[in-house]
């Protein structure tokens, strides 16, 4: 039977139809274009995929070129970040460019609009200029110097270009109608000047491009065949090809703009200058929190490259906006774990439990299977003891007949080990419990073989030997925000949604002793409790583990509560 063949979404139809009309295969060239003002997020994780996907698809070359025109924002430690990113995600691109790399060239063909009346110097300040911009049902009106003549316009701009004017004084705008119904086409600001060092070409420019015209013309010096960006710049679209008019030679490829929905992911914020803001304001601990939607924010709390991957392709390729399940790419990670994270014990709330007909200074080595999902997975041994660490919440003295875990009276198996009884409780001043006796089977032992033990008992708890149980900490991260939408309420900041619980710090928690080798960023499940990450703060003598992400999405249930 052959395989079902993928559907292509909207942007490979695009390409699939400019083949069948001529353009030549070996002429694809894709890029990712980010601004180096902030750490990637999962936003801009679906656009690496698209576009270094679509290299993959097609065997085309993708770029990466950073849109370095603000110095004011722009940083070094942005781009490293950035290209780190990518590179963990899987991806590798064919050529590493920036804006920044064309300035002469954006200048000089700069120099020659002017020459042909298409562009000019205004002496107004952006407010003025936004004032005579009109409104969408209202035309605009024209600069008081919007037909100076083109040796003035060519005096002033080389004026701009050497310093000799101050910040906001003079930009240079593209002359082109200012009655047009898309306001991005009522002579648009190319130019404006910035006395600040740029972190590549330093202080050699005051005068720095804008977006619009920078974008385009970066593309068609790359030979980009298509130019895929979010849906925000869709209206952006008309001034894009307005600007290629004026530098374009027929004999070379005109690159093509088109627009995607960008993702919006449900219980989190997008916005850069957003989750800068909680960086700045200490409400994280960085951009690499796990709490924060960045691609290293993920990376550290435990996502993978391939949840990511898997995510993206499964949310889709959308024309329009729309909110992404964050149950979704937990989805993912859930299910890559499952089969990949090695399956231990850690008790991170622990309450003693001695097993009183166990003897003293007796110990054992027991068998747990590392894996049952993974073949290749194998086995390790586990310490057994007289005394172990349980859940608190594994005991209750009295209960009903819906908890299956032990109390008092009440048998139990530990889980890869014997079926045990509680029989008596020692409590503290407060009347919390502090210790449990037990009694074990001794012929109750779990494994295979003659000597497994064939008893049934309802309940399975976890557990770790006190005398072998690694301490460490586990810090229990959860949804930065209790809102779905915590940035879309008028009038309301997003900050008021914070979720108070997002992060839980268990400063002794117990592992099993296998976890003594544990290195930075081992992925593992805690049996019954969740999957875990082993943290960068992690040291030789402290464990440090982050929870990526609870067995199951106890979210669902709280949304279908409300």
């Known amino acids: 039977m052959s395989e079902t063949k993928k559907s292509l979404n909207f942007l490979e139809q695009i390409i699939e139809e400019d083949l069948s009309r001529g353009l030549d295969k070996s002429k694809l060239r894709f890029r990712f274009p980010p601004e180096p003002n902030g750490y990637l997020h999962i936003g801009h994780a679906a656009s690496i995929c698209l576009n270094f996907g679509l290299g993959i698809t097609y065997d085309a070359p993708v ?51 002017i020459k042909n009346g298409k562009a000019y110097v205004d002496d107004q300040t952006s407010s003025q200029i936004a ?63 910035l006395k600040k060092a740029h972190h590549r070409t330093g202080e050699n420019w005051k005068i720095y491009p804008m977006y619009d015209w920078t974008h385009g013309e970066s593309d068609y010096l790359e030979n980009i065949s298509h130019s895929l960006c979010t849906l925000e710049f869709k209206n952006h679209r008309e001034l894009y090809d307005w600007f290629l008019d004026q530098v374009y030679d027929k004999k070379d490829l005109r690159p093509k703009q ?39 924010g993920l990376r550290r709390r435990g996502y993978t490259p391939k949840s990511i991957r898997d995510f993206s ?122 210790v449990i006796h037990c009694t074990y089977d001794v012929d109750s032992k779990s494994g295979s073989g003659s000597e497994a033990s064939q008893r049934k008992v309802k309940g399975t708890i976890h557990w770790v030997s ?53 290195q930075k960023g081992d992925n593992v499940q805690f049996q019954r409790l969740g999957y875990f990450n082993v943290d960068e703060d992690s040291t030789a003598e402290r464990l440090v583990f982050n929870r990526t992400v609870a067995l199951r999405d106890s979210w669902a249930k709280i949304e279908q509560k409300k």
């Not at 603000?70 to 070094?76: A, H, I, R, S, T």
């Not at 310093?163 to 200012?178: N, P, S």
């Open 63 to 113: 770029n990466l070129r950073f849109d370095d025109t603000n110095p004011v924002k722009e940083e070094q430690e942005y781009v490293d970040s950035i290209k780190a990113d990518i590179q963990w995600l899987g991806f590798e691109w064919d050529k590493e460019l920036y804006s920044s790399d064309y300035f002469q060239e954006l200048y000089d063909w700069s120099v020659l609009l």
């Open 131 to 193: 004032d005579q911009k009109g409104s969408p049902t209202e035309p605009g009106s024209n600069s008081p110097f919007r037909d100076r003549s083109s040796e003035e316009n060519l005096a002033l701009f080389e004026k701009m270009k050497n310093g000799d004017f101050d910040e906001g004084t003079h930009v240079l705008r593209a002359k082109i109608d200012m009655s047009s119904p898309n306001m991005l086409m009522r002579d648009p600001v190319m130019y404006r000047i």
């Open 258 to 296: 088109r627009e995607f929905a960008r993702r919006n992911l449900s219980y989190t914020v997008m916005s850069k200058r957003k989750l800068l803001q909680l960086v700045e304001e200490g409400l994280v601990s960085g951009w690499n929190d796990p709490r924060m939607p960045t691609i290293s």
């Open 313 to 434: 392709e499964s949310a889709g390729i959308a024309k329009r906006d729309n909110v992404t399940d964050l149950a979704l790419l937990e989805f993912h990670i859930r299910h890559e774990l499952n089969k990949t994270a090695p399956r231990v014990m850690g008790v991170l709330n622990p309450v003693k439990l001695i097993i009183s007909n166990y003897p003293e200074g007796k110990e054992e080595l027991l068998t747990a299977e590392n894996n049952p999902e993974d073949e290749e997975a194998g086995f390790r041994t586990l310490p057994f003891s007289r005394e172990l660490y349980i859940e608190k919440e594994d005991f209750r003295e009295v209960a009903n007949k819906k908890f299956f875990r032990l109390k008092l009276g009440r048998e139990v198996r530990l889980k890869n080990a014997y079926i045990i009884k509680a029989n008596s409780v020692e409590k503290d001043e407060n009347g919390e419990v502090t």
């Open 466 to 518: 006190a005398a072998h149980a690694i301490k460490c900490e586990v810090r229990l991260y959860d949804r930065l925000f209790t809102d779905k939408a915590p940035d879309s309420h008028k009038g309301v900041d997003f900050k008021e949604f914070i979720n108070p619980n997002s992060l839980e710090v268990i400063s002794e928690a117990f592992v099993e002793p296998s976890l003594a080798t544990a």
